[in-house]
C-alpha cells in the first residue's frame, strides 16, 4: 500500500499512469526547484532545444545527478524511490536517469504523442517515471496519457520537431493513431507544487504548450525495479549511455554505479 500521506489517483496497472497528491513537501519541492535552476545555469552536452527558434525556450537536459549536488539531493533524499517501489510492487529501485524539461512563458510547441521505452536501452516492467513540476500545471498544460497503451504495441517514435524516423526504418513499427478522433482514453491532471505522476515507461503521452506568464519547471526522473535488464538497441539511445556494453551484457541486471540503488524493501526514509 503507498503510504497515508500520498493520495493515489488512478490506477497504474489498469491505465499505466496515476497521479500521487501530496507527494512531496515544501522543502523537496524547493530540491527540486534547486537541482532545476543548477541545472539551467550550467547545462551539458546533452542538452537540447526542443521547441522551434520562433518559439519561446523548451529546454531538455539528461543525466547531471552525478555533476550536480542539488539533483542528486533530491534524487536520494525524497521520498520518489519509495513512492516508485510501491506503485511497481518492487523490493528495489534503481535511479535510470534525471530528466529536466522546462517550457518558459508562451511556449507554443506541444510535446507530441511518444512512448519512452523505444528511446531506452532497458526492457521489463517494473519501470516507472516520474514528472514532477515545481510550478502549478494547469489542465491544459499538464502531460496528458492515453490509458492502456502501456500494454503496447511499440509506436514508431519520430523526433519532436521535424517528424522524422530516426530510430527505426520507416514502417518498421506501427504508426501513432490518431488518439482523439478513434476514441482512445485520454487522462491527465492539473497539479500543484508538491503533487507528481507517476507513468510506465511503454505508456503513449504527451503534453499541451505553456500559455500566459507562467513557466513549466518539471524534474522527471526515471527508476527501474527487479525485473528491469540491459537491453542494447541498434539505434542510438537517448539519452546514450556510452560503452555500457563493454560492462553489461544483455540481459543482465542494471548493476552498475550509473544506476545506484535508492530504495530497499524495508528502507522507510
Known amino acids: 500500500m503507498i503510504a497515508d500521506r500520498w493520495v493515489v ?3 497504474l496497472a489498469r491505465d499505466g499512469a496515476v497521479c500521487v497528491r501530496g507527494a512531496f513537501t515544501p522543502e523537496h519541492v524547493a530540491m527540486a526547484e534547486a537541482a532545476i535552476e543548477a541545472n539551467l545555469a550550467a547545462l551539458s552536452p546533452l542538452a537540447k532545444r526542443a521547441s522551434s527558434d520562433d518559439d519561446a525556450l523548451f529546454v531538455e537536459d ?6 550536480l549536488p542539488q539533483m542528486e539531493r533530491f534524487i536520494r533524499e525524497s521520498p520518489a524511490a519509495h513512492i516508485a517501489a510501491e506503485l511497481t510492487g518492487s523490493s528495489t529501485i534503481r ?3 534525471d530528466h529536466v524539461l522546462v517550457k518558459e512563458p508562451g511556449t507554443r510547441q506541444r510535446t507530441p504523442w511518444h512512448q519512452d521505452l523505444p528511446y531506452y536501452n532497458v526492457d521489463g516492467r517494473q519501470n516507472v517515471s516520474m514528472w514532477f513540476p515545481v510550478d502549478p500545471v494547469p489542465r491544459e498544460s499538464t502531460l496528458d496519457f492515453v490509458a492502456g497503451t502501456h500494454r503496447g504495441p511499440w509506436y514508431m517514435p519520430r523526433t519532436f520537431l521535424d517528424d522524422r524516423a530516426d530510430w527505426f526504418p520507416e514502417g518498421a513499427l506501427a504508426e501513432l493513431p490518431d488518439f482523439a478522433a478513434d476514441g482512445w482514453h485520454v487522462i491527465g491532471w492539473e497539479l500543484a507544487p508538491g503533487d507528481a505522476v507517476f507513468f510506465d515507461m511503454l505508456t503513449v503521452h504527451g503534453s499541451g504548450g505553456v500559455p500566459g506568464g507562467g ?4 524534474l522527471s526522473v526515471r527508476f527501474l525495479g527487479d525485473d528491469m535488464v540491459h537491453a542494447p538497441r541498434d539505434w542510438p539511445t537517448s539519452p546514450p549511455f556510452p560503452d555500457l556494453e563493454s560492462t553489461l551484457a544483455p540481459g543482465a541486471p542494471m548493476e552498475h554505479p550509473l544506476f545506484p540503488v535508492l530504495f530497499v524493501h524495508g528502507d522507510r526514509r
Do not use: I, M
Not at 539528461?62 to 555533476?67: D, E, G, I, S, T
Not at 513557466?215 to 518539471?218: E, N, W
Open 9 to 11: 489517483e488512478g490506477d
Open 62 to 67: 539528461f543525466c547531471n545527478w552525478q555533476r
Open 95 to 97: 535511479l535510470y536517469h
Open 215 to 218: 513557466r513549466r519547471r518539471v
